[in-house]
């Protein structure tokens, strides 16, 4: 019995080619953006933005109207880009979008709102799927390195994720709106108060997508602040095999509680490490073997076979 909740199969071709895997990133992504085309496409064909406001208030229906599309800018300049930061962006806002297309359709009859908010669903399917987030963070990588995200604790997703999603959306939106409606004392409230909460949210998803296994010419790196106190390299001399970990493994669990299968590395000798054992501590431990939860093991154990690293 393999140690998590999900079993992933080694592919039968683990020789498949660098430029496939950038072939898939490119698809995954140009999917995302494509999405988020049609989706302002359907906005402008249909008046979505002005059916779903008021028609009685010009000053906050131009400043309500250019914050929207400023948005949407911002958002697809991040679906464009590379890097953690834009898939912050993206997981946020995206999301976001389908809310208020949702609202824009249940005010108007016309089909490019149902058309508008479909795409826009796709789009969220599409920018939280684990190839999609990997593409964007292996993107940003230097020289001969691979990106894997690792898949974040199982209570974060339940409790943190969606919270700070909704909390970087309102704490930006809430005060220029109600200043927008003349709402000054709310306004400027909402606005002090709303703003740091805002980017305190967006920067804690942003960390969550900083947490990868790296690798290497010279073996792998652990990069996960939940997990190690600093990034942990280790040398391919020094990695005896990787492979799936088993419910009875003696390693030491580096998952942060994360759902889903786990990967076990033993190592030829063990290695001094800073083991999180809370939100600001840690403790040196000697590691003969530890367990990792990227988001595609399967993919994790092909590029492992593929840089000549023995497969337990």
Known sequence: MLHG??????PGDARSSASKRNRTALTVRAGAVAAWLVVGA??????????ALRPD????RTTVIVALWLAYALVLAALLLPGPRALTVARIGVPAGALELALAAAASSDP??????????????IVFHPAYAEAQVDAAGYGDERRFLLRPPGPVIVALVVPMG???VAGVAAGPLL??????????????VGLPAAAFAAHTLYRLARRW??????????????????????SRRGLDSIGPARADTDATDLTAHAFGMALELRLSEPVKA????????????SLAALLISPSRPAAVLATAERRGLRIG
Do not use: K, Q, Y
């Not at 359907?42 to 059916?51: C, E, I, K």
């Open 166 to 168: 909704a909390l970087a």
């Open 112 to 125: 490019a709102a149902v058309v508008g908010n479909l795409f826009c669903v796709a789009g969220t399917l």
């Open 213 to 234: 296994l790296v690798f290497v010419p010279n073996g792998l790196v652990l990069h996960d602040h939940l997990a190690v106190a600093e990034p942990l390299p280790l």
């Open 57 to 60: 208030d010009g000053a906050a």
């Open 5 to 10: 909740d999900t079993i992933a199969a080694v």
């Open 179 to 192: 200043l927008a409606d003349r709402g000054w004392p709310a306004g400027i409230a909402s606005a002090a």
């Open 42 to 51: 359907m906005a402008l064909l249909g008046d979505l933005v002005h059916a």
């Open 274 to 285: 800073g083991v999180m054992t809370g939100r600001n501590r840690s403790e040196e431990r």
